[in-house]
């Protein structure tokens, strides 16, 4: 049996059985090769379950949905090791309680999807430890170490390249599954922190608090990436943050549902050799 | 529609030589929501402020900027003038000119043109400031004093004896502190045990002092008028109920040749001692450090030597928790240490010895019961040089500060050493006299005109040993000629420094401290009782340099603050606190984490039924204390800082 | 056009450390470099990234953090929380170009009127070096260009 086949079983019987009341996985998309979610109520509705190595949306922010979760009822999730640290910094930051997700682990590679042992997010921190200790490797990328070896000039002018064709349409906020506050401070004009026409200076400004706010929290899972319509490499900027405070403070997003938040908490022995 | 008055002061000369203030009003009056822009020599004075009252009341101003001095000098005035014109206190804000423009800068139009811009950006601020009411809280009516010197000791009777509680504090066995050491006080010469002990006893008889000695706060939470303070009660071994404080167990001790801290290494005492004979307790305490018992696993004579089982070897320390209206801060000073100055052979040779020794070999309840021999031999000596200035302004090897009192102490001693020894020889080294205080001019003049002290002006380069003598070498200036004296005993008048964990106490208690270590005053002149933190005052050598008057004074001054504090039921508060906007609230808690004061709770909120709709943030207004550390965490712009908002800053910024 | 530059410079700083620290330096009288705009905050825990941005649109040349050195602070360790946010937010905007020459931070004391005053005088003297902020000046100006179709 494929690992489709089996997880298609699973999600029936977890249906079926009443141990779930839904299950969010994906199913075919517009063309062949994209999937789109699939919240499957019922076991029939489990029938066009997709699961491949095209599934590469973290979908851990739909269990953010209103009223999703307020009934304490258990609902089940198809995640990827970065979906499985988002519902861990999910629940350090009290938007869910890790206890209502039974988490459906798959991970896919060289076009291969493999299952991943578990079903609370307690018992996949070994896996997340594993990441954490590749992660300095995998956080490398040509296109970042080459806009890390620019003047400030030319890295100005890259990003200005690159932010003046953001025209704010806020698809990045809106595929974030940590971009799940109520009101966004670009939304917040008293005052108008961030300019909201879609200038060059504005989209700087947006650019910057996004990656700021996202700083410690990002997963790198590549949803705002994937959603901006003028193909900003949003995912770089996320990254060098991931490094940063994977440098300095130890920290590695989604560590545990304890986790403290990197801003909110500090030591007194951190560096500050920038200080004057 | 904003209304804004805006009132450019002259400072006298202070603003005006350096910013056109007429162009600044000029400039200002074109700016948008400038009703009033007016400059005037002096704002702070009566009629400053009357002019103020009254721009207010005639062109119903809806907010005021007076740029002038920094609004840590006058910020509290100008808001109260504003207030009895009806205008709330907190539509006022300082434009600073002064301390950080005129001051500063040289060029006239470059002064002019930043002093616009901090003005503007003022004006741009308190368009947006919002009327803010003060924050009333209660006020526990409950002092802690930290110390028991004499400073400590006259601050914790000064307020028990206006009767409100007081938890006086000592980590020494004893009340008295460093004025217990001393043998007799300039310039009166009265014994200073005499004086002291008696004040001692009434502390620890008063019926509103709880004395805990042997005890170290080591943790101050909270905020004037209600602080949560912990404090460790260090195992004494001695139950301090049962026991009589007879003395078997210290005569009994085998360890008695242990240095006496007291007696300033110059006296011995036991491992179970109390400090001094008119110890108040007067109840010995085990030291851990000394005792054979803790050393070696036997001994127990002192358990067995005590009729009354009061000795118990297993104590533990303990910690108690006190809830504090105000503290006054009476933690003292210790004396420098002189082996800094290498060639004056403190440490090395015995016979070189400190004020505070001499003090206890001229204390008649001290090791040599008040006469004056020498630490090598015993032997009486009959020429001392007193080197004054040891350690005290010199950035070299010392401190900079002076600390005024070295020379009277040194006069004094020179006149004792000349009362008890009658052919005994004296030479003071000094660099100028200071004697500023009352008496203390004219005792000095008895030293030398009555006593026939030397005085030599100039100071001493080295020190060395030649037979039993300790030979001086040193410069008189006024001569312009070296000398050299053989003396039997040097004595130097060593600097008062700070006591050794001065910063890291200010930083448990959170008050700020100078570069030596002395705990700041909020303001040099105007507030010199006040610690930079509300609710924790000064008293004594802990802030700087000072005698015993002036110690007792301003432990005075500190009780009456401490009693005008406790004069209310509730105490008024700045409201520059935080608040959130549960609308907008995502409810993540990193404000919650954040916050240094746990002033932000979880709250639910609930629909009419019952059912939680969602959990948001919520600052108790009584707990925070508006650092605003929680506003910038909040991603979503949600929690808000009373006269620090978001708009009034980015108006701020955007003005300038 | 052999004017000498000079620089627009805005300070963040802490009401209880740097501010006093710069009325010390003005009551000590210390003369420094006119250039820095000091807007004053509780604490630096206050002292949002947003202001660095704001500071920046407003044409800032160079801008300046400053609060109570590590252990001193006022509200025991809102500091400690705004040296975390700096080193995170420092590294985003050098990751974008905007260099960390022209956004410094220190810590000055209330005690450190010299500090301050040498501080002023080094930090105009280095964005008079860098010279005008040419690239953010361009994009602030095509906010204020009409619209074009």
């Known amino acids: ?276 | ?656 | 056009m052999n004017e000498i530059f000079e620089p627009k410079i805005v300070a963040f700083v802490c009401t209880y450390c740097t501010y006093a620290g710069a009325d010390l330096a003005g009551t000590s009288r210390l003369k420094y470099a006119p250039n820095v705009r000091i807007v004053r905050l509780p604490c630096t825990g206050r002292i949002s990234p947003m202001f660095i941005l704001k500071a920046l649109q407003k044409g800032a040349d160079g801008v300046l953090i400053s609060g109570c050195h590590p252990g001193d602070c006022h509200f025991t360790h809102g500091n400690y929380h705004a040296r975390r946010r700096w080193m995170v937010f420092r590294a985003l905007l050098e990751f974008t170009g905007i260099p960390s020459e022209r956004v410094k931070y220190s810590w000055i004391s209330a005690a450190e009127g010299g500090k301050f005053a040498d501080l002023m005088n080094s930090i105009t003297e280095d964005i008079r070096k860098l010279g005008p902020f040419d690239q953010y000046n361009a994009l602030i100006k095509e906010t204020e260009a009409p619209a074009t179709f």
């Open chain 1, 1 to 276: 049996m494929t690992i489709q086949e089996t997880y298609k079983a699973r999600v029936k019987k977890l249906l079926a059985s009443g141990t779930v009341k839904m299950v969010i996985g994906y199913k075919p998309g517009t063309t062949a090769d994209r999937r789109r979610p699939h919240f499957i109520r019922t076991p029939e509705e489990a029938d066009q379950l997709v699961l491949d190595s095209a599934c590469i949306t973290n979908l851990s922010g739909y269990l953010l949905s209103e009223g999703l979760l307020s009934d304490e009822k258990a609902v089940a999730i198809f995640l990827k090791p970065d979906g499985i640290r988002s519902i861990n910094i999910l629940a350090a930051e009290a938007q869910l309680n890790s206890e209502q997700i039974l988490i459906l682990g798959f991970d896919s590679n060289d076009n291969q999807v493999t299952a991943l042992e578990g079903e609370k997010v307690e018992e996949f921190t070994t896996l997340i430890e594993s990441i954490k200790e590749q992660a300095p490797e995998a956080l490398k990328n040509p296109l970042l170490e080459q806009i890390e070896g620019m003047t400030p000039k030319e890295r100005f002018a890259f990003w200005q390249g690159e932010f003046s064709r953001c025209i704010k349409c806020y698809a990045c906020r809106q595929a974030c599954p940590m971009c799940y506050c109520r009101r966004c401070i670009v939304d917040c004009n008293q005052p108008q922190w961030v300019n909201t026409s879609s200038h060059t200076l504005g989209n700087f400004e947006w650019n910057i608090v996004r990656a700021f706010h996202l700083s410690g929290r990002c997963v790198g899972c590549g949803n705002c990436d994937r959603a901006c319509p003028v193909n900003i490499p949003l995912r770089l900027i996320n990254a060098k943050m991931a490094q940063e405070v994977l440098g300095a403070f130890d920290h590695f997003s989604g560590m545990s549902h304890t986790q403290e938040p990197v801003l909110a908490s500090f030591k007194k022995d951190d560096s500050e050799t920038f200080i004057l």
């Open chain 2, 1 to 656: 529609m904003a209304k804004i008055g805006v009132f450019i002061c002259h400072c006298g000369e202070n603003i005006s030589a350096k910013v056109d203030c007429k162009k600044l009003a000029a400039t200002i009056a074109e700016h948008p929501g400038v009703a009033v822009s007016v400059d005037y020599k002096y704002f702070c004075a009566d009629p400053g402020q009357e002019s103020i009252k009254k721009a207010i009341r005639e062109n119903h101003l809806t907010g005021v900027v007076v740029a002038a001095c920094s609004p840590r000098m006058h910020e509290a005035t100008f808001r109260k003038a504003c207030a009895e014109a009806g205008l709330n206190p907190y539509m006022c804000e300082i434009a600073n000119i002064r301390e950080h423009c005129s001051w500063v800068h040289t060029d006239q139009d470059m002064a002019t043109e930043k002093a616009a811009d901090i003005t503007r950006s003022m004006v741009e601020k308190v368009k947006r400031n919002n009327k803010l009411q003060p924050i009333e809280v209660p006020v526990t009516r409950r002092a802690l004093v930290i110390g028991g010197g004499v400073a400590g000791i006259q601050a914790a009777l000064d307020i028990a004896n206006a009767g409100q509680e007081v938890v006086l504090v000592e980590r020494e066995p004893s009340l008295g502190g460093h004025m217990a050491q001393l043998s007799e006080t300039f310039p009166t010469l009265d014994c200073s045990q005499c004086i002291l002990t008696p004040r001692m006893v009434e502390a620890a008889q008063h019926p509103k002092i709880r004395l805990l000695t042997y005890a170290e706060v080591v943790s101050v939470d909270g905020y004037i008028g209600n602080f949560h303070v912990k404090v460790k009660m260090k195992a004494r071994y001695v139950d301090m109920e049962s026991c009589t404080g007879c003395g078997d167990c210290i005569t009994k001790c085998p360890q008695k040749k242990i240095s006496s801290e007291f007696d300033c290494g110059i006296g011995k005492r036991a491992a179970i001692y109390t400090p001094f004979a008119q110890s108040v307790p007067n109840k010995p305490v085990i030291d851990k450090a000394t005792c054979t018992y803790f050393k070696n696993g036997k001994c127990k004579i002192c358990m067995r030597s005590c009729q009354i089982n009061a000795i118990n070897f297993d104590m533990q320390d303990e910690f108690i928790e006190l809830e504090i209206g105000a503290i006054v801060v009476a933690t003292g000073f210790q004396v420098q240490n002189n082996a800094v100055y290498g060639e004056y052979g403190y440490g090395k040779y015995p016979d070189v010895i400190t004020g505070l020794q001499f003090e206890r070999l001229a204390s008649a309840s001290g090791p040599t019961f008040g006469k004056i021999l020498r630490p090598s031999d015993g032997k009486e000596p009959k020429n001392i040089v007193f080197i004054q200035c040891a350690g005290s302004r010199d950035p070299s090897k010392g401190v900079r500060y002076c600390s005024k009192i070295c020379c009277m102490y040194t006069a004094k001693h020179a006149m004792l050493y000349s009362h008890k020894v009658h052919d005994g020889k004296s030479h003071i080294f000094y660099m100028d006299i200071r004697a500023a205080g009352k008496g203390y001019d004219e005792f000095t003049r008895r030293t030398i005109e009555e006593d026939g002290v030397s005085y030599l002006r100039g100071r001493v380069s080295k020190v060395w040993p030649k037979m039993s003598k300790l030979m001086v070498r040193g410069v008189d200036t006024l001569l312009g000629k070296p000398v050299v004296i053989a003396a039997d005993m040097v004595v130097l008048a060593t600097a008062m420094v700070p006591q050794p964990d001065a910063k890291e106490f200010a930083k448990t208690i959170g008050i700020a401290y100078d570069e030596y270590g002395f705990f700041n005053e909020a303001h040099l002149k105007l507030r010199p009782v006040e610690s930079s933190t509300a609710g924790i005052f000064l008293a004594g050598t802990c802030q700087s340099p000072k005698d015993i008057p002036d110690s007792v004074s301003q432990a005075s001054a500190s009780a009456s603050k401490v009693l005008a504090l406790f004069s209310k039921q509730t105490l008024e508060r700045e409201p520059v606190v935080a608040s959130n906007n549960e609308a907008t609230c995502a409810g993540c808690w990193g404000c919650v984490l954040a916050c240094p004061y746990n002033a932000i709770e979880k709250k639910d909120i609930l629909d009419r039924s019952g059912k939680l709709i969602k959990r948001v943030a919520s600052v108790n207004p009584g707990l925070c204390q508006g650092c605003g550390t929680c506003v910038t965490f909040c991603r979503s712009n949600s929690l808000d800082l009373a006269g620090f908002t978001e708009k009034q800053i980015f108006a701020e910024v955007m003005g300038l």
